[in-house]
């Protein structure tokens, strides 16, 4: 039998509109747009596939491997859903990896990389899996891993440069390949490769989450308001990329976009939460990011709230054994709560407050340990309960030598921040406790071996760690014994790192008026003033910096 040509191209033709028909950009309502190519015939995994690339841009890797592991049971031979569900296993920007589950999702498709390699006809495919085998080889340390990797992803944007995927996972690898310490001409390199695609696709939730990443620190985050703007409307069905545009909102002290974005992350966590039954989540990042911001609001009826729903969450059994090994506070409910206390207790500087009291059981988990202790000691040292101070000061200096232990336990590399805090506090509450002492210029020589202790520290895009800043504390400390002008400067420097901290700021405006400085001091309380517009009816504060402000203006007259 002859087969005419028509007869013979029809398939063909057939089977490259197959493979084609999913070049086109693909929008999933609620995650934004993306455009990646692949080989698969199935538009169901193919959807499946898109979906978990964009969950995968935005961070929320669970719901991301779901939807890749969705897409393997449609078409088992499709070689992209196993490279996307080993991705959820790699996280660059909190630098963590998990070697073995990357690759066990990997031996799902064939199991060597050599046999991988040969079940992959298309060669940009080959290329994106020779890039992630990198990640999960073994070979090598992490950081020379990651490097390798970023190479890879490196050649890739050479090979097809067309391909947005390919830049934008390549400016994620830039973002990784620091290992969690910013490395600003890197982070900037990002920064640059995230918003050309975001030019190009504003629709794209990593364009403009990788973006906001890579500038999030007071220095460069206005460069990134556009993009901050942006990505809560691309992905309002994520909580991280609700979360994740307060990271420059908070880097340039806006407040009000501050709490906004965070009760929107919460709202979206917990209906996701509420949807499978599981109860909301009143601790962790989220939360204690949106306490932050209502404690500058002025909003402390709000906040405490906050404090308290994570009090309830962390009191149920079980919780302090959850803790014991975490040295991140969001890894567990109980160091989150100890977390939110301390930040509460410095930033209202209510220490009678009842919640200077509130306690729950911490086992023997060290980091809460060491975080309740500064915090008891920071808050009696201020109302002058010297003995108690003093207890909580020789507490937390037995415990700060075991913490490179817990930290070599937990995994947490040597140049890794979080190491030296413990130490800081240390400081700290020592200073604290020789001011409420009498010793003002001891404390205040104390005061500033804790700024040099945190020198060189990266910003910590958040909440300033420790809940202290230490020039803040030697602000105050100086203002305290008259050396203002000092202390403006130790304010002014403090303001640095966190813009438009009220804290910082009420300190600032005292040592301007006390110079002399009318005209500063009144511009300082206008700012606050302007923060606390919609502050609780009681809060003093406000009424202070009212009164001071009037005070001012009559001199002036």
């Known amino acids: 039998m002859t087969i005419s040509r028509t007869n013979r191209v029809l398939p063909l033709l057939t089977a490259l509109l197959l493979s084609t028909s999913f070049l086109r950009a693909e929008t999933v309502p609620g995650l934004g747009t993306a455009n990646f190519p ?19 841009h935005v961070f929320e890797y669970d719901a991301a491997a779901s939807s890749f592991i969705a897409a393997e049971k449609v078409d088992p031979a499709f070689a992209m859903a196993y490279w ?20 066990a999702a990997l031996a799902k498709f064939a199991p060597t990389p050599e ?36 190479e890879a992803m490196r050649q890739l944007t050479r090979a097809y440069p067309k391909d947005d995927e390919a830049q934008l996972f390549y400016a994620l690898a830039l973002l990784g390949k620091s290992e969690g310490v910013r490395d600003v001409p890197t982070y900037l390199q990002a920064a640059a490769i995230a918003k050309a695609v975001f030019t190009r696709n504003p629709d794209h939730p990593g364009a403009a989450h ?32 609700q979360h994740m545009c307060s990271h420059i909102f908070l880097a340039l002290g806006m407040w009000d976009d501050v ?7 919460t709202t979206v966590t917990n209906q996701a939460a509420a949807a499978t039954g599981r109860p909301p989540r009143r601790c ?21 709230k906050v404090v308290a729903g994570c009090r309830a969450e962390a009191m149920q059994p079980g919780m302090a054994a959850r803790a014991r090994v975490a040295v991140d506070p969001d890894a567990a409910v109980v160091s989150s709560f100890v977390e939110m206390r301390a930040r509460y207790l410095v930033d209202t500087g209510r220490w009678q407050d009842d919640v200077a009291g509130w306690k729950v059981d911490m086992g023997e988990a060290l980091m809460p340990e060491i975080n309740d202790a500064f915090a008891t000691g920071f808050a009696a040292a201020q109302r002058g309960d010297l003995p108690t101070a003093r207890n909580a000061l020789a507490t937390l200096t037995g415990l700060v030598p075991q913490t490179p232990a817990t930290f070599d336990q937990a995994g947490t590399p040597p140049a890794d921040p979080m190491r030296r805090v413990p130490q800081i506090q240390k400081l700290q509450l020592q200073a604290a406790v020789l001011s409420a002492e009498g010793h003002g210029d001891e404390a205040i020589a104390m005061a500033q071996q804790a700024v040099a202790a945190g020198e060189g520290l990266p910003y ?14 030697l602000g105050e400390l100086l203002l305290k014994e008259n050396k203002n002008a000092p202390a403006r400067a130790a304010f002014e420097a403090s303001l640095q790192r966190a813009p438009e901290r009220t804290e910082s700021l009420l300190g600032l405006a005292r040592a301007e008026s006390a110079m002399g400085d009318k005209a500063a001091a009144a511009a ?8 606390w517009k919609n502050a609780d009816p009681d809060y003093g504060s406000r009424d202070d910096v009212q009164r001071n402000l009037s005070a001012l203006s009559h001199a002036a007259n």
Request: cysteine-free; proline content about 6%.
């Open 115 to 150: 046999a991988r390699a040969q079940r992959i006809a298309d060669p940009r495919e080959r290329a994106w899996f020779s890039a992630v085998e990198i990640l999960y080889s073994g070979a090598g340390s992490k950081p020379e891993r990651d490097a390798r990797y970023a």
């Open 284 to 304: 962790g990042h989220y939360n204690y990011w949106l306490e932050y911001g209502y404690l500058e609001q002025g909003h402390i009826a709000e906040a405490k």
């Open 460 to 473: 910590a895009f958040g909440p300033p760690s420790p809940e202290k800043p230490s020039y803040e504390l």
């Open 259 to 265: 709490v906004q974005a965070n009760i929107a992350a």
């Open 524 to 531: 300082t309380y206008r700012r606050l003033l302007g923060i």
């Open 84 to 103: 996307g569900e080993a991705m959820t296993f790699n996280h660059p920007v909190w630098n963590q990896v998990d070697v073995q589950a990357g690759q």
């Open 210 to 241: 990788y973006w906001i990443h890579a500038m999030d620190d007071p220095q460069h985050a206005a460069g990134a308001l556009v993009a901050a703007r942006a990505l809560s409307k691309i992905a309002p069905s994520a909580a991280h990329a």
């Open 38 to 56: 692949t080989t698969t015939h199935s538009p169901a995994a193919a959807h499946e596939f898109i979906r978990g690339l964009l969950l995968l």
